[in-house]
């Protein structure tokens, strides 16, 4: 049974929770988008010194409890059980919208595409890269990286939903990270979920974030015409998105 919503609308839901304690009574959802945490900030930097040292953003990272220090392989085997449970909550042909990036393990790169080929339940259909315009590497000899991935999967057993004049978007998306959102590190921009959800929906369609954080989705969602679940671990980010959702009418 799952727990009562954190915040509750017409349009969007919010649950207080590990994801894959409440999606299982999840039902009908047509598309996802979401952006879990990368495994690759926290206190892997918060000891560090040089560059590392007093940066702002990494405190930032730390004091809002998005640290997240798995071993690679328990980091894998959590996505996978994710995904699992969110192709439980779809429709057949529902569209899953997984942004992640490439990350290093001692000076290797470790592919988001090697991890989302794992994923039960679903078929891979097309790779987009998210163009951010800028980047960090702290000191890391190289050149910055500027780029994630957003992986488009369709769940077996029906057709996808596809709005044709979508197609204008091509496959880079080049689009700025948002600001403006406080209390959350890592924040993606509007843009990128809206055009997700306008692509593969129709108004009135369940959206669904798993790892909402501020509600980024769900405001796309809402301001899109479509409902929206959202669950997050961090009452603080809830916090910080049921005010964001709750102000005024669909823009």
């Known amino acids: 049974m799952t727990a009562a919503p954190y915040y509750s609308d017409e349009w969007v839901t919010l649950y207080h929770g590990d994801c894959r304690e409440v999606l299982p009574s999840i039902t009908g959802v047509a598309c996802v988008v979401t952006s879990p945490p990368y495994n690759t900030l926290g ?11 007093g940066n702002k953003w990494t405190a930032k990272v730390v004091e809002s409890g998005y640290a997240d220090d798995m071993s690679e392989a328990e980091y ?19 569209s899953f919208f997984y942004n ?16 989302v080929r794992q994923f039960d339940g679903w078929q891979l259909r097309q790779e987009v890269v998210w163009a ?6 702290l000191n890391a000899r190289m050149f910055c990286p500027s780029d994630e991935r957003i ?13 044709q004049t979508s197609a204008g978007e091509m496959s880079v998306w080049r689009m700025t990270p948002e600001t403006g959102i ?3 590190p890592c924040p993606y921009p509007t843009q990128l979920p809206t055009r997700c959800i306008a692509a593969t929906t129709d108004p009135g369609d369940l959206v669904l974030d798993p790892f909402v954080g ?20 961090s009452e603080a980010y809830l916090e910080i998105a049921a005010k964001r959702l709750a102000q005024g009418v669909r823009d």
Do not use: E, F
């Open 151 to 163: 992986y488009w999967m369709v769940k077996p057993g029906g057709d996808h939903k596809w709005n």
């Open 76 to 94: 894998v085997a959590w996505q996978r059980s994710v995904a699992a449970a969110i192709a439980g909550a779809c429709v057949p042909g529902a």
């Open 100 to 115: 992640h990036k490439i990350r290093y393990r001692d000076k290797v790169p470790v592919h988001p595409i090697d991890l």
């Open 43 to 53: 206190s892997r930097h918060n000891d560090r010194g040089g560059m590392h040292a």
């Open 182 to 184: 406080d209390g959350h």
């Open 132 to 137: 951010r315009g800028g980047g960090m590497a």
């Open 214 to 233: 501020s509600g980024t989705t769900a405001r796309a969602a809402l301001d899109l015409g479509r409902r929206c679940i959202g669950i997050d671990k």
